[in-house]
């Protein structure tokens, strides 16, 4: 197991975020985890990456807890929510690939960029791109130090249908020919079910976890989180 | 009220101090910007103010004192921030506002001041003494060398803080580093510009240069250039006309962000932005 998971509980101001989630990810999964708004992905995600530190229960990666060491983060590439990047920061993608390389190896910041195929833009200013291709762009930075997996944390919203095929595209390779575990948050039940060979639905508890067919074949589960989706909705509003 | 204005044998003195405290304010200064703390250099100041108030009153020499206040103030003060999660302008105006209340009362408190000693810090002064000129050197050397060996994390903290967390760059350490290395650039530069217009120093070079640099490197450059141009033309003004030196730095250095917007906006200078936007149309 890359990462294992057990009985994470969290609570914000005792209001209950996640509550006993346990599981695994193994090398190569594609986990897609689907959940409606306020169900508990990005904090999940928050405790992963030790960004929040106040739960219960054990993350660990490649076997150690994270509690006990932050060395483990080298290994993980994040790509986080829409990216808020100020029109005028004064970047070009080849340096937000770069800052957050352990090395100075530049043929490693090509490989990457050319991964993403944003090579032939790599002096142009990060702030000038498309939501879509900055996007990408934070892909290439979580690829740089080559990680032996991916998080990232609904990673489309907001992004065109063009760029979005693109990005879904990207992880998929990576996935198959890179062998690069992947772990994504999603709102889009139909990408989940075309490219994560595995599922996790989560609502504040995890509710399955397993095969992504098997999840899609049944019919009971789907009409349970199409249920818990709506009424997380009708909460919210 | 006395203002010193450069004179021909300071010249040399005045240069060589000028371009090194221009060097470091502006690459300082371009991380202060960019986290929009542009205000930040100016809060030191005065709080640094209120150290230099407290040297004179407990008359020991008061450069040091000043600058242990305000890093501990600043340091201080970002902790109760990050604790309380209260707003970085308003972390600026408590740090400006304390400084310069403590130094007023101080200054009155002491006997026998000599007013100099307090104009000097405010408004800025001619620096001639050696001592103090290779103080300058030595400090603007370390702090360019921590800023070289840093700026990669420096820079992925100032960008996304999230991310870099997440990247596990020890963010929070960042930040105290910066407002030490800010700190210390306020003190050696206090005696170039004065605490009432250092903030020129850190602000104005680096705005500049945002309208042009594409790249991080190429911004600091620039910056840098603008920093040292305002600065050494404002000494020869200064000298040619008799006027106050720190006034005709900052003038300068207002002078330069002027030209820039105008360079800008009639499109003279083609920048990375607009070469990008043209090359996908």
Request: aromatic residues 10%; negative net charge; contains cysteine.
């Amino acid at each position: 197991m890359i990462v294992d998971i057990e009985k994470l509980s969290v609570d914000y101001a005792g209001i209950k975020a996640l509550e006993d989630v346990s599981f695994g990810i193994a090398e190569g999964d594609f986990l897609g985890i689907i959940g409606p708004n306020g169900a508990g992905k990005s904090t999940l995600f928050r405790c992963m990456l030790g960004l929040h530190t106040q739960y219960d229960g054990t993350i660990k990666f490649f076997d150690q807890d994270i509690r006990d060491s932050k060395r483990y983060l080298s290994q993980i590439g994040f790509v986080p929510q829409k990216p808020v990047v100020d029109r005028n920061f004064p970047a070009t993608i080849r340096e937000i690939v770069s800052m957050s390389q352990n090395s100075n190896d530049s043929k490693k910041v090509e490989e990457a960029l050319q991964k993403v195929w944003m090579h032939e833009m790599a002096d142009r200013r990060i702030g000038d791109l498309s939501v879509g291709q900055q996007q990408r762009v934070f892909i290439a930075k979580a690829l740089v130090n080559s990680p032996k997996i991916l998080v990232l944390d609904e990673p489309v919203t907001g992004i065109d249908v063009y760029n979005k095929d693109l990005f879904f595209q990207i992880l998929g390779e990576l996935n198959a020919r890179e062998k690069i575990s992947i772990i994504w948050s999603s709102h889009d039940l139909d990408a989940v079910e075309r490219l994560a060979n595995k599922v996790a639905c989560l609502n504040k508890t995890l509710f399955f976890h397993g095969i992504s067919e098997e999840f899609f074949s049944d019919d009971e589960m789907l009409k349970k989180y199409s249920e818990t989706s709506m009424q997380m909705h009708m909460h919210h509003h | 009220m006395t203002f010193e204005s450069v004179t021909y044998e300071s010249i040399p003195h005045a240069l060589i101090s000028g371009i090194a405290i221009s060097l470091v304010c502006s690459a300082v200064g371009l991380f202060l910007v960019l986290r929009r703390f542009s205000l930040f250099g100016d809060a030191l100041a005065h709080s640094a103010f209120g150290g230099v108030a407290f040297g004179l009153f407990i008359g020991i020499y008061p450069l040091w004192i000043a600058c242990s206040v305000a890093i501990l103030s600043a340091l201080g003060l970002t902790k109760i921030r990050q604790k309380f999660d209260i707003s970085s302008d308003a972390i600026v105006a408590i740090l400006l506002a304390t400084g310069l209340g403590a130094g007023i009362i101080l200054v009155s408190l002491t006997d026998d001041l000599d007013i100099h000693d307090i104009e000097e810090f405010l408004f800025g002064s001619v620096i001639v003494d050696t001592q103090n000129i290779v103080t300058i050197l030595a400090m603007s050397g370390i702090i360019l060398a921590i800023l070289f060996f840093t700026y990669k994390k420096l820079l992925y903290s100032t960008f996304s803080e999230e991310q870099a967390k997440a990247s596990g760059i020890p963010v929070d350490k960042m930040g105290y580093l910066l407002i030490a290395i800010a700190g210390v650039t306020v003190i050696i530069s206090m005696q170039l510009v004065g605490v009432l217009l250092i903030s020129a120093l850190f602000v104005l070079p680096n705005v500049s240069s945002m309208l042009y640099g594409r790249s991080f490197k190429q911004t600091m450059i620039l910056s840098m250039c603008f920093a040292v141009s305002a600065t050494v033309s404002g000494i020869f003004i200064s000298y040619q006309f008799d006027i106050a030196q720190s006034g005709c730095v900052v003038l300068v250095a207002a002078a330069i962000f002027i030209g820039s917007l105008i360079v800008k906006s009639s499109g003279l200078v083609k920048t990375a932005g607009i070469v990008a936007k043209a090359r996908r149309n």
